[in-house]
């Protein structure tokens, strides 16, 4: 008879087959497990980002600071409390479906009203079960409409926060949305740099518009220079919706964003933009307007924390409607033209997930 102890427990073993088998199936593969520190080692931890301009995340109320009128009971689009309450809940399954029935860690939104449209998303859906917080400020954009940031506190902490406002020197009258910029930590050890974007609109025409965007990617670019003067491999993640695609000079040339890690100041995690993909559709054509891009850093994996392969585009079926003018698919919208369509918004959401280590 021979006694063992093993991982505080007593074995008698009475025979030689016991005494073999024990040493096949527990010794041999407790040594080798013993012998091999990177069997010890956790897995990483993903967590995901996404970001999702809603269209017009409007309230029924009136806000006489904003010139918030087509979205009112009386206003042209017929705007009433029943209709907000169906866009909110639209909302809040849309980000339970990109986070595949948990919400993404990290969520950049456009197109919000203020932040009561916030706090019904947050607080007033099951929604409220995950104890997300909210970083929003207001912003000047004649609309009212501003971006937010909304996050899993039980994976980021937020530091502080900042907006960054756009004065146009060119058109002092003309007001845009502020990019908000938040400093945070991610499980309480790696800082990052997060800059949610949403850039003046095409409206008017793309070449007559062009200047605004380009001043804004030129005062984004002086403050991500400013993380790089400090930090060169700083962690930063810009997100939004640019008006502008991968290609066009206020992305590729003044923000120098693209896909080479080396000499671009960020690197696009967009798909290229053949316009057979898109996250809005415009004139029969797919465009990528909301995008991702991280400083090189952030595509290094033997860092603490690293982003791997592209972006990607979430069109779940529910998302889209047949395209009856332009043929295909095309996003179901809030409204088409001026009638009410019951629909989600006319841009796909974005997402792509993070590793740490």
Not at 207 to 218: D, F, G, H, T
């Amino acid at each position: 008879m021979t006694q063992w102890i093993l991982m505080g427990k007593c074995f008698i073993i009475s025979d030689k087959k016991s005494k073999v088998l024990l040493f096949v199936f527990f010794i041999i593969p407790l040594f080798i497990f013993t012998q091999n520190p990177t069997l010890e080692k956790e897995k990483p931890v993903v967590f995901r980002l996404m970001f999702y301009n809603v269209e017009n995340y409007f309230d029924s109320f009136d806000d006489t600071l904003k010139n918030d009128n087509e979205f009112l009971p009386k206003g042209i689009r017929s705007w009433n409390y029943a209709r907000f309450l169906k866009k909110r809940n639209n909302i809040y399954k849309t980000i339970m479906a990109v986070g595949e029935w948990e919400p993404p860690a990290l969520i950049g939104l456009s197109e919000i009203e203020n932040r009561f449209v916030l706090n019904q998303l947050v607080y007033e859906t099951p929604f409220a079960k995950f104890d997300y917080r909210i970083v929003h400020e207001e912003s000047p954009d004649l609309r009212g409409i501003d971006v937010a940031l909304l996050f899993n506190p039980k994976i980021i902490q937020v530091l502080n926060h900042q907006t960054i406002s756009i004065d146009f020197p060119f058109a002092p009258e003309v007001k845009t949305r502020d990019i908000l910029y938040v400093k945070a930590l991610v499980l309480g050890r790696d800082t990052l740099h997060i800059f949610v974007n949403h850039w003046p609109s095409r409206y008017g025409g793309e070449l007559n518009s062009e200047p605004r965007r380009i001043y804004v990617a030129q005062q984004l670019a002086k403050y991500i220079d400013s993380l790089f003067e400090m930090n060169k491999d700083a962690a930063i993640v810009v997100m939004g919706d640019f008006n502008d695609y991968p290609f066009n000079s206020s992305i590729k040339d003044v923000l120098n964003a693209g896909k080479n890690s080396n000499i671009n100041r960020l690197f696009n995690l967009m798909p290229e933009n053949d316009f057979s993909i898109g996250t809005n559709k415009f004139q029969g054509e797919w465009g990528i307007l909301d995008q991702i891009m991280v400083s090189p850093a952030l595509l290094l994996e033997d860092k603490s924390i690293f982003v791997a392969g592209e972006a990607q585009i979430f069109n779940a079926d529910f998302l889209l409607q047949e395209d009856s003018k332009f043929l295909g698919r095309m996003p179901f919208r809030t409204f088409l033209g001026m009638k009410y369509h019951n629909g989600f918004s006319d841009h796909l959401p974005v997402f792509v997930d993070f590793y740490i280590k």
